[in-house]
């Protein structure tokens, strides 16, 4: 009786102990993955400071702010150029077309160059910045959407949801980081801006740019531009106007220069 006893009393003491071991672990686990969940992007407020005129009929893909003037590279087949726009106008004053075979995607300026990606054909096109002279034609393996650079890399979005960090004279990759917010990876990055550290990209087909911190991958902001196309009070056909799409960036007067695909606008926007 008396074995009976401390076998059952044994039985007690292990089966009591691992249980509250099993409870004392599954607690930390939930305090770990409450302390590690990812948190949700902050929201980016922003002014609209002023609109100008932007031509309807360019289906823009890349855009950039350099020597007091838009650069924008355009797609469509048949119809992509990189341009030299006045911003207060919309007026081209240089245009060079591509090839007519070929849809021309994002654009960057990096030591002088201007690197024009295309979408499908695996082309680099690479000119002077000055002079829009084209001085390369460069091979990419993947899709083409957007391109900007850190000061030394370029960094490339094919659609997917990764970011690629890119040699400029070889064009081979170096590294890539995958973007994701607190709910798994983020793809469809389009037109791209590297502002003080960070990648400013657009989400494809929808209204919101987002803010990326380049070493880890993770987005950090969210900018939602709802409605911005109805604020530029200018008459447009819903036909033919396209996404938002285009992101510059005038480091001298903090402000990001954005408008979509054949919208009628390039709006003036400044953070909070």
């Known amino acids: 009786m008396k074995r009976f006893y401390l076998a059952s009393l044994a039985t007690f003491i292990i089966v009591f102990g691992c249980k509250c071991k099993n409870e004392s672990n599954d607690e930390n686990n939930d305090a770990n993955n409450t302390t590690t969940a990812t948190p949700p992007p902050a929201t980016i407020n922003y002014n609209i400071v002023n609109a100008f005129p932007h031509d309807t009929s360019s289906y823009t893909q890349g855009l950039i702010w350099a020597d007091n003037t838009l650069i924008e590279g355009t797609g469509l087949v048949g119809e992509s150029k990189l341009l030299k726009v006045d911003l207060k106008t919309g007026k081209a004053q240089k245009a060079q077309p591509i090839d007519p075979t070929v849809f021309g995607e994002g654009i960057t300026i990096l030591n002088g160059k201007i690197y024009q990606l295309t979408w499908q054909d695996h082309k680099v096109y690479v000119y002077d910045a000055a002079t829009f002279k084209k001085l390369d034609e460069l091979s990419w393996d993947r899709e083409g959407w957007g391109i900007t650079h850190n000061g030394k890399d370029l960094i490339i979005s094919t659609g997917d949801s990764n970011l690629y960090?890119?040699?400029?004279?070889?064009?081979?990759?170096?590294?890539?980081?995958?973007v994701t917010d607190n709910n798994g990876p983020v793809a469809s990055l389009n037109e791209l801006e590297y502002v003080d550290g960070m990648v400013y990209a657009n989400l494809y087909t929808s209204d919101y740019i987002v803010r990326i911190d380049p070493a880890s991958g993770r987005i950090v902001g969210k900018m939602d531009l709802s409605g911005l196309l109805n604020k530029s009070g200018k008459p447009y056909n819903p036909e033919t106007t396209d996404v938002l799409n285009?992101?510059?960036?005038?480091?001298?007067?903090?402000?990001?220069?954005?408008?979509g695909k054949k919208w009628p606008a390039v709006f003036e926007v400044k953070l909070n």
């Open 165 to 178: 960090f890119v040699d400029p004279e070889t064009f081979k990759i170096k590294s890539q980081v995958g």
């Open 246 to 259: 285009g992101i510059a960036y005038d480091s001298t007067k903090k402000s990001f220069y954005i408008t």
